[in-house]
Each structure stands twice: as C-alpha cells, then as structure tokens.
C-alpha cells in the first residue's frame, strides 16, 4: 500500500487567517481524496482531487472555502481559508488503490485547532 | 445511493472474550464494504474489506467479517479481545457499480476492552 504523509501534523490559528495543508505520497495515484473528521465525528468527504482536472467538491464544501490544488499524480493541498472555531477537525488525505474496489489508504492526519 | 449504518456507537467487552460489532448497509449497486481502525491519535488503517470474492473475509490481527446480502450486513467479529484492540472502528461502503468512487462512512463504534 502507499506511505502518505502529511504537513503539518497539527496547528493552532487564529480565527481569519488560512492554512494549507499539504499531502505526499511514495507513489503516483490517480485520484486523491479530503475529508474532514470533526471531533467526536465520522469522516466526510470534502472534495476528489485527481491531478489534471479541478477538484470535485461535496455537498456543502465550497472552492473557496477549501481550495485545493494537484499539481502532480504524488502531491496535494488542501487549504482551509477564512478560518472559524467551526473548522477545528482533523483533515485526511487519501488515496485510491487497487482496480475497481475502490479501495483507499489514509495518511496520518492533520489536526487543526481554531482559536 | 449508498449508505451504513453501525447499530452500537459504544461496545464494551472483557479481554479474552467475543468481539461483534454490528453494521447494516445500503447500496444501489454491488457494494465494496471496508473496516476501518482508528486508534487514538493515529490515522486510519484498514483492517479488511469485501470485494465479491469470498463472503467470509479475514483482515489482520484476527477480526474477520461476513457479508450476508440477505440481510443487508457486514458484522465485524473476533473470537478473543485484547486489550490493543481498543480503538474507533468504522464501517464504510462504496458503490462499485455506480462509476464512482465515493466512499460513505459509519458514525463509528467505539470499542472498549476491560481487563
């Protein structure tokens, strides 16, 4: 399976400002995945990030909220913009491997506090 | 459209003894069916997955499933609990059949091993 990692592995900001959070992977993936996992709460799909191609937003995500860029078929951001208290989550990356059984591995995760 | 449904939020078990925890899905289509572990401030690691080939499916450190069609589940089980096996699980399904790749998770069931 891929090694994913992320940066950073946490941060404390300021209510305003933005974060990028960025995501690596050890090996080229077609699709790769955001979700949000609020505290105490499942995981929900933010957007699919598939390199080449704008981002795919889920209900009630927005572009300019979570922008999010793929510049290549190992690497992405995802960047929290305007920051509230509410955005206080964990952010995953993902990423699709396997052929048609949708199979995904998750990096470690980056857990973002809004003061 | 697809989606899970995981029946206990919180199952509690002595060490040594059964481990079930319950999940009931939705699918449009023929589904892929995943168990996800979180353990505390680590990321997600898949434990195992049903892709059609068997209906009994094994993943690691011991836990297995059974995907019963009729019944619309996918239990997750292990003979003898230990006390690592404290953590979230989630249980989550993807539509194959339906060209996308979206994966919809449980709200998680919170395991806890007692000595």
């Known amino acids: 399976s891929a090694v994913i990692s992320q940066k950073p592995s946490r941060d404390i900001c300021q209510r305003g400002t933005s974060l990028t959070i960025q995501c690596q992977v050890d090996?080229?993936?077609?699709?790769m995945f955001w979700y949000r996992q609020q505290p105490g709460q499942s995981l929900t799909l933010i957007a699919t990030?598939?390199?080449?191609?704008?981002?795919?937003?889920e209900s009630g995500f927005v572009i300019d909220k979570f922008p999010i860029s793929r510049p290549n078929l190992t690497f992405s951001t995802l960047t929290v913009s305007n920051m509230s208290p509410e955005d206080s989550s964990i952010y995953l990356c993902?990423?699709?491997?396997?052929?048609?059984?949708?199979?995904?591995?998750f990096g470690p995760g980056t857990r973002l506090t809004v003061l | 459209a697809q989606s899970v449904t995981q029946l206990d939020s919180h199952v509690s078990v002595s060490e040594g003894t059964p481990v079930l925890l319950r999940c009931n899905y939705s699918?449009?289509?023929?589904?892929?069916l995943f168990w996800y572990v979180q353990h505390p401030n680590k990321g997600l690691q898949l434990l195992l997955k049903?892709?059609?080939?068997?209906?009994l499916v094994k993943g690691i450190n011991g836990f297995e499933a059974e995907f019963k069609k009729s019944e619309t589940s996918f239990h997750l089980t292990k003979p003898s609990a230990h006390m690592s096996d404290a953590a979230e699980y989630f249980c989550?399904?993807?539509?194959?059949?339906?060209?996308?790749?979206?994966?919809?998770f449980g709200t998680g069931t919170q395991l806890k091993v007692e000595l």
């Open positions: 993902s990423v699709q491997q396997g052929r048609s059984y949708n199979e995904q591995f």
């Open positions: 090996s080229q993936v077609t699709m």
């Open positions: 990030a598939n390199q080449g191609s704008e981002a795919t937003y």
């Open positions: 699918s449009s289509y023929s589904p892929s």
């Open positions: 049903y892709t059609s080939a068997a209906t």
């Open positions: 989550v399904v993807s539509d194959r059949g339906g060209g996308g790749n979206k994966l919809t």
